[in-house]
């Protein structure tokens, strides 16, 4: 009786456990972040993951501090010193700091900081990914513990896959179903978002499912490599052939290639240790992973050979047509690395579309607006976006922190005492390094695979002292980050209550500002803006059938609806929010006038000033981009072609010219300024920007059939330099 007494734990042992569980709770529910899609958000597939993984590593960080509050004897405070001296520990906090502090030196330190909706990767969220990084190395160390952090990611993984699968189901269906009205209803149309024959899944960009899919599948490896159940380990094996296939569903060439180079390496590393081990017989486990791999690697060839002709994929048996799919990212790459050589130091986070505007290349007009954008604001190449983020430093930071990964992982298979389980293991390792970095050379870094890479380096920290890595002096191998013993003194000297309850009392107030700044108020933001656009096309679509619309009352609606969201107080999205309005009155405006609806002058007319006068007060604040400017300039063109007002006129050839000021090869400014002078009737000015135009692209060729056309309609002739 006595006995149990002493072993019972104490109330605040039960506390501390607790905290510590629903800490561990939160980083489990992190990982639910890819499933994240919601149309009540504007840009459903990103702005909900941003929050929701932020707030959920802010409710982990504080049950963490309360757990050491009540408690600082649990196992987890008791971190050995090692893992504090460990070097890619080290390297990597430096990295993400070094990628923080670049906001501070670049164009609009608020955008590095904050970052946008459509993004949402700014330097505050890179802070939100190594603290992650730093509660999963002290929360998930047992092998349960990483079993069941390991499964909610492949099971998370399943779902957005299968999401997938029903955009490719849904895309196939309308396809067949053609024109036919009943037969396409059948389809349920809009049930998937983003419905293609290239899938993105529940992450919005097959790009980024394809970098997502790659550290699945290496988990997924992990853990059929540590389960001793046969049933478990097939059943891993078929989740690895489907997100296999739907990797390849993707059709992002790079990233098959890179996967295709890690199996291979996998393949190699399996082959040297049945080399290695000829004297002796092979273990079971070696045999069947080899199988594994070799038929994973079949497949995926199978499916090259069958169905190359009819995807994206056929470029990569054609030298002309792979330069010509490559064509948008090589000229990108020649921009950035000017900016890199004018300033080798970086230019700040999220501030790579000023830099491409500088050293434009006219040969990129036409290519974004196949990509669906108005331009680009990535380098889409990892090596080139840190070296523009943070210049060559944070580039040799990101060599650096690769470069010792692959000395310990590839030093350990050389290891006499490591056993051919953890030799699997640091083959895995390594191959999902190589199939990373590869599909890196033309993509970059989101939330969901920022989010999987730190968990790849927790787990491979974990893992480190199994793979070989041996104490020079002793001889003896350390247990490395997941576990040890407590030392007397040091990290794991209790410290005094007050000191204890002060640190949750001042992380508390942290965590509550920093839940409203960076989660609540965008959360608010991004829905009121979603809302007013779903609330304006209704509202349009409605005035446009019936005989008397009160265009007045719609328009003022409008501003009311858009305006809200303007001046809602959150830290990030206010340029987003005046480019949305924007561009969603150009494109009704535009409307009207093809479908020849009258609209009231007076009222079009104090639409966009009332538009016009929030973009002066935002670039009060805030440096406006080109984009910001082209998208006003040209509802403002939409609005003069309407109402032939002329202040309408006048203000849109001032942004054009502001944009022309700071970028003079800025392509769509000088087509903007052809068609406002179209628009006016002032011949002089369009020969002026034709010959400008013609300077800068003189194979435009098609690309200016519209405008070649309007051009002849309002002066009866062809300009000289298009005949």
């Known amino acids: 009786m006595t006995r149990e007494r002493a072993t019972k734990p104490s109330s605040r042992a039960r506390a501390a456990g607790l905290c510590l569980n629903l800490a561990r709770l939160c980083l489990y529910l992190s990982l639910l972040t890819p499933l994240i899609l919601s149309r009540a958000l504007y840009f459903p597939a990103v702005t909900g993951k941003t929050i929701f993984f932020r707030a959920a590593v802010e409710g982990a960080l504080l049950f963490f501090v309360a757990a050491y509050a009540f408690d600082p004897r649990s196992e987890e405070f008791l971190t050995p010193p090692t893992f504090f001296k460990d070097s890619l520990v080290i390297l990597l906090v430096v990295f993400v700091c070094f990628h923080f502090f670049s906001a501070f030196w670049g164009d609009n330190a608020r955008l590095s900081l904050f970052s946008n909706f459509e993004r949402g990767e700014g330097g505050i969220q890179m802070l939100h990914f190594l603290l992650f990084f730093l509660l999963v190395l002290f929360l998930v160390r047992s092998p349960g513990q990483w079993s069941v952090m390991l499964f909610v990611s492949i099971c998370v993984a399943v779902v957005v896959c299968l999401y997938g699968i029903g955009q490719w189901w849904e895309y196939r269906c309308l396809a067949a179903a053609g024109g036919d009205g009943p037969a396409a209803r059948a389809c349920r149309p809009g049930t998937f978002l983003g419905a293609s024959i290239r899938i993105s899944g529940t992450i919005g960009n097959p790009i980024y499912l394809a970098g997502y899919l790659i550290f699945q599948l290496f988990f997924v490896t992990y853990l059929a490599v540590k389960t001793n159940k046969g049933s478990l380990r097939v059943f891993l094996v078929a989740v690895a052939v489907f997100f296999s296939v739907c990797l390849f569903m993707t059709q992002v060439r790079a990233a098959l290639v890179g996967f295709l180079a890690g199996v291979a390496v996998l393949l190699l590393g399996l082959g040297w240790l049945f080399v290695r081990d000829q004297k002796e017989k092979a273990p079971p486990l070696v045999k069947k992973f080899s199988l594994a791999a070799f038929s994973v690697f079949l497949l995926i060839l199978l499916l090259l050979y069958f169905l190359v002709p009819q995807t994206r994929y056929a470029a990569l048996l054609d030298l002309a047509a792979l330069k ?16 890199i050589k004018e300033w080798p130091w970086g230019w700040g986070v999220e501030n790579l579309p000023p830099l491409i505007d500088r050293y434009y290349d006219p040969r990129l007009y036409g290519l974004e607006e196949q990509q669906g954008a108005m331009s680009f604001d990535r380098a889409h190449n990892l090596f080139l976006d840190y070296a523009a983020i943070g210049g060559l430093p944070l580039a040799l930071l990101f060599l650096f922190l690769w470069g010792l990964f692959f000395y310990r992982v590839v030093g ?56 070989g890595r041996m104490d020079k002096k002793t001889g003896v191998r350390p247990k490395g980050v997941g576990g040890g013993k407590k030392e007397p003194g040091g990290v794991n ?12 009392c001042a992380v508390l107030p942290i965590v509550a500002v920093t839940f409203y700044w960076l989660d609540w108020l965008p959360w608010q933001r991004a829905r009121l803006l979603a809302d007013a656009f779903k609330a304006t096309e209704r509202h349009y679509n409605r005035l446009i059938r019936v005989p008397e619309p009160d265009w007045g009352r719609f328009f003022l609606d409008t501003d009311a609806r858009f305006r809200e969201a303007l001046h809602q107080q959150a830290p990030v999205g206010g340029e987003e929010a005046f480019i949305a309005y924007s561009r969603l009155l150009k494109e009704m405006l535009m409307d009207a006038k093809k479908q020849e609806i009258p609209l009231p002058a007076g009222e079009v007319t104090a639409a966009v000033g009332r538009v016009n006068a929030e973009g002066e007060k935002l670039s009060a604040y805030v440096p406006l981009r080109s984009h910001t400017c082209l998208e006003q300039a040209g509802m403002n063109l939409a609005a003069a072609e309407i109402t032939g007002d002329q202040e309408s006129y ?3 050839a001032e942004l054009i010219h502001t944009v022309l000021r700071l970028y003079p090869r800025k392509m769509q400014a000088w087509v903007l300024s052809l068609e406002i002078a179209v628009a006016k009737g002032d011949r002089e000015g369009a020969d002026s920007a034709w010959r400008r135009i013609h300077a800068l692209r003189p194979d435009i060729g098609s690309l200016l059939d519209r405008q070649r056309e309007d051009y002849r309609k309002r002066f009866g002739t062809v300009p000289g330099h298009a005949a």
């Open 493 to 504: 000297k209790e410290k005094g209550p007050w000191v204890r309850w002060a640190a949750l």
């Open 324 to 339: 010509k799919a490559l064509a948008d990212r090589l000229f990108v790459w020649a921009m950035i690395v000017s900016a």
């Open 412 to 467: 350990s298979l050389f290891h006499r005492s490591v056993d051919h389980q953890s030799r699997l293991v640091a083959l895995a390792f390594v191959a999902c390094a190589v199939s990373y970095l590869i599909q890196g050379l033309t993509s970059f870094d989101v939330n969901t695979t920022y989010q999987a890479l730190f968990l790849f380096f927790a787990l491979f920290l974990n893992e480190g002292g199994k793979m």
């Open 650 to 652: 006048r203000k849109a």
